[in-house]
Nanobody, 125 residues
Framework: QVQLVESGGGLVQPGGSLRLSCTASGSFTTIHYMAWYRRTPGQQRELVAAISNIENGKTNYGESVKGRFAISKDDAENTMFLLMSSLKPEDTGKYYC?????????????????WGQGTQVTVSS
């Protein structure tokens, strides 16, 4: 059993900043990959930012957030963060935490995926 809990969402004015957190707990020994996704009505789920522990900390950002958002992690606390700056109304959406953990009994690539319930971010005057 793995549980992901997000926090930090809320209402912010354009140009403001928010810091999201996601803490993982449960039956796992390590985390291979961590990411933030977001979704708005009528839109596909969109990758916001990701960091891969098995690729030497390689990060990946959606084109619309490059230069404004930063992903980071605290391995000791099984927590990742998303610092969002210069927020725009188009950043409004529900943000979801996602992780991949090793699972030798799973199909290739021998990982299991887990998702949080999401936290709402609203950028508006």
């Amino acid at each position: 059993q793995v549980q992901l809990v997000e926090s930090g969402g809320g209402l912010v004015q354009p140009g403001g900043s928010l810091r999201l957190s996601c803490t993982a707990s449960g039956s796992f020994t390590t985390i291979h990959y961590m990411a933030w996704y977001r979704r708005t009505p009528g839109q596909q789920r969109e990758l916001v930012a990701a960091i891969s522990n098995i690729e030497n900390g390689k990060t990946n950002y959606g084109e619309s957030v490059k230069g404004r958002f930063a992903i980071s992690k605290d391995d000791a606390e099984n927590t990742m963060f998303l610092l969002m700056s210069s927020l725009k109304p188009e950043d409004t959406g529900k943000y979801y935490c996602h992780i991949r953990v090793p699972n030798p009994t799973a199909s290739y690539p021998f990982e299991s995926n887990f998702w949080g319930q999401g936290t709402q971010v609203t950028v508006s005057s």
